[in-house]
Nanobody, 128 residues
Framework: AVLLVESGGGSSQPGGSLRLPCALS????????MSWVRHASGQDLEGAAGIDTDGATKYADSVKGRFTISHDKHNNTIYLDMNSLTPEDTAMYYCTATVWACPAEYGKSITTREHMYWGQGTQVSVSS
């Protein structure tokens, strides 16, 4: 099994920035795709960004150009750097990991079965 532990998160004003780290531990060797999935109140789960172990990244259109996902292989940590935050970015953010390829698209509704391992989530709130 793989354990995912998110940190960071919190509150920001519109236009601000936050960084979300996610530490992976356990049987991480087979993991191929790591993602950040978000869940806003009253909305479906949405894949925000993903990165595979080859370094290829994908983003939802709603975050492209503002969010950056990265993978520190030495420390087994994934980061989501979020800039130019808007109130629409308010959501619970989950770090996920799978042994298969990343989804073809991000930004659409997903189910929990599409990602094998999930962190406990960290809340991001953006308001003035």
């Amino acid at each position: 099994a793989v354990l995912l532990v998110e940190s960071g998160g919190g509150s920001s004003q519109p236009g601000g920035s936050l960084r979300l780290p996610c530490a992976l531990s356990g049987e991480v060797y087979p993991i191929y795709c790591m993602s950040w999935v978000r869940h806003a109140s009253g909305q479906d789960l949405e894949g925000a960004a993903g990165i595979d172990t080859d370094g290829a990244t994908k983003y939802a259109d709603s975050v492209k150009g503002r969010f950056t996902i990265s993978h520190d292989k030495h420390n087994n940590t994934i980061y989501l750097d979020m800039n130019s935050l808007t109130p629409e970015d308010t959501a619970m953010y989950y770090c996920t990991a799978t042994v298969w390829a990343c989804p073809a698209e991000y930004g659409k509704s997903i189910t929990t079965r599409e990602h094998m391992y999930w962190g406990q989530g960290t809340q991001v709130s953006v308001s003035s």
